[in-house]
């Protein structure tokens, strides 16, 4: 089983912390290959960083195809590119924000998502309608910080996090915790064990759902929304 992880900003730290993580987690008899594109935003903090972003993802997609892997995951929370990537791809992509939050329905009664800049809150609540998930959602408490600081500070971000999501457990009645940025990766158990309740890692999560659908497999219908898009030039 051969998967590839695509980190869809162009931060080699970020990229560097999830191959260290996910190479923990894999199984096996899974060969991973963790890598960024090289050009494009350092970090995903907007719709503009996000377009920028899935047009450089599109060449990555593209070549794990070509290469023969298995399995795609595209590890960045706002999952860039996602249905284009489905579109052009003979094998599944996994958007980590996607599989997560379906996850999330379904280990709890609401799900609160540890986010980093309160400005991707409204984005994070029409991707959550978007998948039909609006009863399970429970709140977005922002960090204030940026992809590139939490990757850079850990010890803060998972002191920020465990005060917010211990908030939102009391306060938004939030039973499953979803750390809401792939740079957040690997440190689920410890904020899980000093909260006691459930709290998710997108990227890991993502690769097992990656590795059971390789197991399965399952790939995207062809027939509708994921077909392939039609021949044509681009200039």
């Known amino acids: 089983m051969r998967i590839c992880v695509i980190n869809p900003n162009s931060s080699k730290s970020v990229t560097?912390?999830?191959?260290?993580?996910?190479?923990?987690?894999?199984?096996?008899?899974?060969?991973?290959?963790?890598?960024?594109?090289?050009?494009?935003?350092?970090?995903?903090?907007?719709?503009?960083?996000?377009?920028?972003?899935?047009?450089?993802?599109?060449?990555?997609?593209k070549k794990a195809n070509e290469d023969g892997y298995d399995a795609i995951v595209l590890a960045c929370f706002s999952d860039p590119g996602l249905d284009a990537a489905k579109e052009i791809s003979s094998?599944?992509?996994?958007?980590?924000?996607?599989?997560?939050?379906?996850?999330?329905?379904?280990?709890?009664?609401?799900?609160?998502?540890?986010?980093?800049?309160?400005?991707?809150?409204?984005?994070?609540?029409?991707?959550?309608?978007?998948?039909g998930l609006?009863?399970?959602?429970?709140?977005?408490?922002?960090?204030?910080?940026?992809?590139?600081?939490?990757d850079s500070n850990p010890q803060k971000a998972k002191e920020k996090i465990i005060e917010l999501a211990r908030k939102a457990v009391k306060e938004d009645r939030a039973e499953v915790i979803i750390l809401g940025c792939a740079g957040l990766a690997g440190y689920s158990e410890d904020i899980e064990r000093e909260l006691g309740v459930v709290?998710?890692?997108?990227?890991?999560?993502?690769?097992?759902?990656?590795?059971?659908?390789?197991?399965?497999?399952?790939h995207h219908s062809k027939v509708g929304r994921f077909s392939f898009p039609p021949a044509k030039e681009i200039k």
């Open 199 to 218: 709290v998710l890692d997108p990227s890991s999560v993502a690769l097992k759902v990656a590795e059971a659908m390789v197991d399965l497999g399952l």
């Open 134 to 150: 609006s009863q399970s959602y429970a709140s977005s408490p922002a960090l204030e910080m940026s992809v590139l600081e939490m």
């Open 91 to 131: 094998i599944p992509v996994i958007g980590i924000e996607e599989a997560t939050l379906h996850m999330a329905a379904m280990l709890g009664h609401k799900f609160s998502i540890m986010t980093g800049m309160e400005r991707r809150i409204p984005t994070r609540e029409l991707h959550i309608t978007l998948h």
């Open 16 to 61: 560097d912390h999830l191959r260290n993580t996910l190479n923990k987690i894999k199984r096996d008899d899974c060969e991973l290959t963790v890598i960024c594109p090289e050009h494009g935003p350092v970090s995903i903090e907007s719709a503009y960083d996000e377009t920028i972003a899935a047009f450089y993802v599109m060449d990555l997609v």
